[in-house]
């Protein structure tokens, strides 16, 4: 059976938080831009508890554009982290 584009975005969120180097995760992070479908799997990792990876898909949001997500970005301006408060500010003023 083929691989759903939901079972390809948990595979590459996933990757993503366990990249080893620089490259391996810019590599990930390019394909996830790239795929839209990753939309709903990175919203539910904005509740993460890992401060990275919950930075990771604010960030991707951002750059996919994911407006119709603000309000989910803007739940992580009261992020413990000051990385992902910082991320998700960037992202929501990339997309308003």
């Not at 490259?23 to 394909?31: F, I, M």
Request: hydrophobic content about 45%; overall charge neutral; cysteine-free.
């Amino acid at each position: 059976a083929e691989a759903r584009p939901e079972e390809w975005a948990l595979a590459l969120t996933t990757r993503l938080a366990t990249a080893e180097t620089m490259a391996e995760r810019a590599l990930v992070y390019d394909a996830l831009r790239s795929m839209p479908a990753a939309i709903p799997m990175l919203v539910r990792r904005l509740d993460d508890p890992q401060w990275f990876v919950v930075r990771n898909a604010v960030a991707l949001l951002g750059d996919l554009d994911a407006t119709t997500h603000a309000p989910e970005i803007a739940r992580t301006l009261r992020h413990p982290d000051d990385r992902v408060r910082r991320q998700a500010a960037s992202a929501l003023g990339r997309s308003s």
